[in-house]
């Protein structure tokens, strides 16, 4: 979920505004990646370059090394790709 603008949360009456700092840790914090980038898509890019640069072979055998319920679970969530 990215926000395209900074709104400015209301404020009760013992409540201090934001700082400087805050208005920029809060615009870094939504710029962050973990915002935008599905998760299921980035493993999948990365088994597949993994996959690409060792060969099907290697990395076959490199998967034989994965405990198996890591890799049935590895499996199922990314299923839906």
């Not at 640069?53 to 490199?62: N, P, R, V």
């Amino acid at each position: 979920m990215l926000m395209s603008h900074f709104e400015e949360p209301k404020l009760s009456d013992d409540e201090e505004p934001p700082t400087e700092q805050d208005k920029r840790k809060k615009l870094l914090a939504l710029e962050d990646p973990v915002h935008s980038v599905s998760l299921q898509q980035f493993v999948y890019e990365k088994l597949k370059a993994q996959q690409a640069l060792m060969g099907d072979q290697g990395f076959g055998a490199l998967m034989e090394t994965v405990d198996t319920e890591i890799v049935r679970q590895l499996q199922e969530f990314l299923q839906g790709l």
